[in-house]
């Protein structure tokens, strides 16, 4: 009886192992992580010169929407006293990511070429993000939304031809339920008496349009894990009840026959 209780404990490690191993390496109740790359849906940027209020040259009614780049820019006092800026803005479709589980969302775009001031070689390029909506074939420098005044992420750019990485995980989380966002890139500081720039590949430009990298966990294939420990557990002790039956049924013949 006792080498038969002995292989029912046995036979119920063995199940309960054999069980818990394929529920682990099948994912059983377990979300796996999912990437998604979604490309800019448009991308524009607008212009302004900030030292007059009347705007002679109409920079600001422009749209520069066509273009296979977006110009990150400014001119401080280079000619006179103007002041003129100029931001980029990128959006994307959030629509098929409702719903899930967001784990990390990172802003990528490609940089074209990139001009700064002597004996600098490093500039940082904010991203804000965006509170209102916009067209991007209509949108200008007096018809732009507003965004956010400080920035959710800055990036150190140093030249062309890399693509370059914003965290900006917290804004896809929280804008991932109305199917949309948007965000505006800008030059972090301005040197009075110079011009600096920056150029990104814009979404004309398929190759390298701006894209979000997004992580999230897929949804849990078949049942949770719970529900597969209850079976793990049911599953043996039934298996022990048997080898205690079938044990004591042998027992009672062994007494029988003697």
């Known amino acids: 009886m006792k080498k038969i209780l002995l292989a029912s404990a046995l036979v119920i490690v063995l199940i309960s192992s054999v069980l818990a191993s394929s529920c682990s390496s099948l994912g059983i109740g377990k979300g796996t992580l999912q990437s998604k790359i979604l490309t800019s849906t448009g991308t524009a940027y ?33 000619t006179g006293t103007e002041k003129a800026i100029s931001v980029g803005m990128v959006k994307f479709d959030l629509s098929s990511l409702k719903g899930k589980d967001i784990k990390s969302a990172t802003l990528q775009l490609n940089s074209t070429g990139a001009t700064f001031v002597q004996n ?20 200008t420098f007096n018809t732009k939304p507003t965004w956010s005044s400080g920035s959710i992420a800055t990036a150190a750019v140093y030249g062309a031809g890399v693509w370059y990485s914003w965290d900006v995980t917290p804004s896809v989380m929280t804008k991932a339920k109305d199917g949309e966002v948007s965000y505006v890139l800008g030059l972090d500081t301005m040197v009075d008496k110079s ?64």
Do not use: C, H
């Not at 600098?120 to 074939?137: C, E, I, N, Q, Y």
């Not at 814009?202 to 966990?217: G, K, Q």
């Not at 420990?229 to 049924?249: D, E």
């Open 120 to 139: 600098v070689a490093v500039r940082l390029v904010d991203v804000s993000l965006v509170d209102g909506t916009w067209d991007p074939k209509t949108v």
């Open 46 to 78: 607008v212009v302004s010169d900030t030292s007059t209020t009347d705007d002679p040259q109409g920079l600001r009614d422009q749209n520069y929407s066509t273009q296979d780049f977006l110009n990150i820019w400014y001119q401080w006092d280079v």
């Open 195 to 258: 011009q600096e720039q920056v150029l990104f590949s814009s979404a004309n430009v398929s190759a390298t349009a701006p894209r979000l990298l997004v992580t999230y966990a897929a949804s849990s294939s078949g049942l949770p894990m719970w529900v597969w420990i209850v079976v793990v557990v049911v599953i043996a002790i039934i298996a022990f009840l048997v080898g205690l039956m079938i044990s004591r049924r042998n027992a009672r013949k062994a007494n029988t026959e003697s």
